[in-house]
């Protein structure tokens, strides 16, 4: 049996042809503490004990075997019986770990499940909910000890923010009774749970070799888990930031404020936190550090802040909450003084006709532009850019600069190195 792993990235190698597989498994390894194989990708008549012996030494780390049936989110088209019994056959191909459906280890006889536990791997025993998280966690735990499963392993659809505490009190339980557990809340609402959960005492968190092979919802890339998380470097003590809005994928937020806390040694992560819901979020506000905030939540948000900048008073909107004592503070983000540097460089109010101009914003902008130390070194670089037409941009006679659609200037002049304020 292959040692459990220090680190908690587990990548999942999915190719359909061998040849692919295997590259596959050697591009992952500079990136992975563990991987699994998902063997149901693959034609049944590939699943030899030569080739899964070959494979997981190519792996270089512990692996697991997954052979997932149809009805539980994989390609396996086989029953419980067949399903065993072509895992019987890779016994000895070295896997740590060996997936089983909590639904399959119900469902076959006891001397089928006396041999399957016979091989070097321990057993997961894993439930997936592709719908929900249901309201009973607990009973589904107790479900999987009830087949003795070494591992439970527990995924579930979050359709709420709260889904993701759910799953890491399940973790802490878990961890008190000194049980293995992994547990995910899938979906783009539970981005928290994975990059959390392993820190709290879940024994991985699964990733994709890249983009566009997932093989469930809100999975990040490993290499993404590495380099721009430090998943492994995540302890009990780490600060959280994020930012907060929907849709979120498009922010290169955490990769800039994530490589800004590593260069000043700072034990914080900077968390995408998709946000459809306001008010479900609200509740944990107090649990980050800080957070950013963008549409459309930039004017709801400060029902729920006890205190307000001058800046949001006078804009009405705050794109940053910052935490005094226990409780959030919400503020427009404004630079202090300004480097010569910075000063020389342009300065763009984009936006998209009326809502670059409204007049909730143009009383901030003309003072920020025109008392700012970038309008005090050179009057004149600032620019209103909209992708309306000017007759829809009201901010003109507020704004010391010309105005110029966005769309008459060419891609590499549209975000030379100057600022961008984007409305609210």
């Given at each position: ?13 999915r190719?359909?042809?061998?040849g692919?597989?295997?590259t ?11 991987m699994e194989?998902?063997l ?5 008549s590939?699943?030899?004990?030569e080739?899964?012996r ?6 270089g ?12 989110g ?6 419980a ?8 056959k890779?016994g000895?191909?070295?896997?740590s770990?060996?997936d089983?459906?909590?639904e399959?280890l ?7 499940l006396?041999?399957?536990?016979q091989?070097?791997?321990?057993l ?28 439970v392993k ?7 923010f709260?889904d ?10 878990a961890?008190?009774?000194n ?13 928290y749970?994975?990059?959390?959960a392993?820190?709290?005492g ?7 070799t890249?983009?566009?092979q997932?093989?469930a919802?809100?999975?990040?890339t490993s290499?993404?888990l ?8 995540i ?8 930012v ?10 955490p990769?800039?404020?994530n490589h800004?806390f590593?260069?000043?040694?700072l ?5 995408p936190l ?7 979020f609200?509740?944990?506000l ?10 459309p ?12 900048h ?7 909107a705050?794109?940053?909450?910052v935490?005094?004592?226990k409780r959030p ?10 480097s010569?540097?910075?000063a ?6 984009a936006?998209?006709g009326?809502?670059a101009g409204?007049r909730r ?6 003072r920020?532009?025109?008392?700012s130390?970038?309008a ?5 670089p ?9 007759r ?5 006679s507020?704004?010391?600069?010309p105005f110029q ?5 060419s891609?590499d002049?549209?975000?030379?190195g ?7």
């Amino acid at each position: 049996m292959s040692p459990s792993p220090n680190g908690k990235i587990c990548t999942i190698i999915r190719e359909c042809a061998p040849g692919d597989f295997e590259t596959a498994v050697l591009r992952s390894r500079p990136d992975s503490d563990l991987m699994e194989f998902r063997l149901d990708f693959l034609d049944p008549s590939l699943l030899t004990l030569e080739r899964m012996r070959r494979w997981v030494a190519l792996a270089g780390v512990p692996v697991i075997g997954t052979l997932r049936r149809t009805p539980f989110g994989g390609r396996f088209a086989g029953g419980a019986v067949q399903q065993l019994e072509m895992l019987g056959k890779i016994g000895g191909a070295g896997f740590s770990f060996l997936d089983v459906e909590v639904e399959t280890l119900e469902a076959v006889d006891s001397p089928r499940l006396t041999k399957i536990r016979q091989g070097s791997w321990r057993l997961i025993g894993s439930y997936h909910n592709f719908r929900e998280t249901p309201s009973d966690l607990q009973s589904i735990f107790r479900r999987i000890l009830a087949v003795k499963a070494d591992v439970v392993k527990i995924a579930t659809l979050a359709a709420g923010f709260a889904d993701n505490f759910r799953l890491l009190e399940l973790v802490s339980r878990a961890r008190r009774q000194n049980l293995p557990i992994i547990a995910v809340a899938m979906g783009d609402l539970g981005a928290y749970s994975r990059l959390v959960a392993p820190s709290r005492g879940a024994m991985l968190t699964y990733a994709s070799t890249r983009a566009g092979q997932e093989t469930a919802p809100g999975q990040f890339t490993s290499r993404d888990l590495k380099g721009v998380y430090g998943l492994n470097g995540i302890d009990a003590d780490t600060l959280f930031f994020g930012v907060i809005g929907h849709p979120i994928g498009h922010s290169l937020s955490p990769q800039v404020h994530n490589h800004a806390f590593r260069q000043l040694g700072l034990n914080c992560r900077y968390l995408p936190l998709p946000t459809p819901s306001l008010q479900s979020f609200a509740p944990y506000l107090e649990r980050f550090g800080g957070l950013s905030v963008t549409l459309p939540h930039k004017v709801a948000v400060l029902r729920y802040v006890d205190g307000r900048h001058s800046s949001v008073e006078a804009s009405g909107a705050a794109n940053t909450l910052v935490r005094r004592g226990k409780r959030p503070v919400g503020l427009q983000y404004r630079p202090g003084r300004s480097s010569p540097r910075l000063a020389r460089l342009p300065a763009w109010l984009a936006g998209r006709g009326r809502p670059a101009g409204s007049r909730r914003s143009r009383p901030l902008r003309r003072r920020r532009v025109e008392g700012s130390p970038l309008a005090r070194h050179r009057p004149g670089p600032q620019q209103v850019q909209s992708r309306g037409s000017g007759r829809r941009l009201r901010v003109r006679s507020g704004f010391p600069g010309p105005f110029q659609p966005l769309q008459r200037r060419s891609s590499d002049q549209r975000h030379p190195g100057g600022h961008v304020s984007l409305y609210p």
